[in-house]
């Protein structure tokens, strides 16, 4: 495998569901990220590990959960979700350096969610 | 808070007519700028970034785009658009070491 890679590439669940979103990345990162993207809205940085640290977007409902286990994993633990949660997530990743902030990021496929 | 904003949410050429994809940023310092590419159903491709040194910068696929601090823009061109060039195209920028993005433009590529 080479890149970012995520799994499952498309997920339908029900409001009552609980489901998990997995991202690896193969390109020796040091940051991971993801993102949602939605119709006609622009992408929505949803939560950021780098460098140890974790950064989330204060609008991003309880109902998201990550996980960074390691520098190359990252999960979103989804649980009772809405129907306005559908679209698309992907996973990036980047190496990030405290003086220069964070470089170009590398984007995975995507996981396709629908929530019914 | 550094942002971008593109001109038009979609732009229609003909296969081998000149492509050109607008972006304006707005910086209080100096920006690191990308322009990436979505296919459908796929992640986010970069095509070229300019953080220092020349204006000008040449990325994947035949595209480039020239930052132009004067007039706050770093636009996306391309001499010659093909059928496989028909995607989406965000422009973003480092904003407190985060990556911000425009809202998109849907290139749409007619024979």
């Known amino acids: 495998e080479t890149g970012v890679t995520q799994t499952p590439r498309h997920l339908v669940m029900g409001m009552t569901n609980k489901k998990s979103l997995k991202c690896e990345q193969h390109l020796g990162h040091n940051a991971m990220y993801w993102y949602k993207q939605s119709a006609k809205k622009p992408l929505e940085l949803m939560f950021v590990?780098?460098?140890?640290?974790?950064?989330e977007n204060n609008s991003v409902p309880s109902r998201f959960s990550p996980e960074c286990p390691n520098s190359s994993h990252l999960f979103l633990h989804l649980h009772t979700l809405q129907p306005e949660d559908s679209a698309l997530y992907l996973c990036a990743s980047s190496q990030a350096a405290r003086d220069r902030g964070h470089n170009e990021q590398f984007f995975g496929p995507g996981t396709r969610l629908t929530v019914l | 808070a550094q942002s971008v904003t593109q001109l038009g949410s979609h732009v229609s050429v003909s296969e081998g007519a000149l492509v050109l994809l607008r972006c304006n940023y707005s910086?209080?310092?100096?920006?690191?700028l990308f322009w990436y590419v979505q296919y459908p159903n796929q992640g986010l491709q970069l095509l070229l970034k300019y953080t220092t040194g020349a204006t000008l910068v040449k990325g994947i696929n035949g595209f480039e785009a020239e930052f132009k601090k004067s007039e706050t823009s770093f636009h996306l061109t391309k001499p010659s658009a093909h059928m496989s060039d028909a995607a989406e195209y965000f422009c973003?920028?480092?904003?407190?070491?985060?990556?911000?993005f425009g809202t998109g433009t849907r290139l749409l590529v007619s024979p």
């Open positions: 590990y780098s460098l140890e640290e974790r950064v």
């Open positions: 973003a920028v480092i904003s407190f070491q985060k990556l911000v």
């Open positions: 910086s209080s310092v100096p920006p690191y």
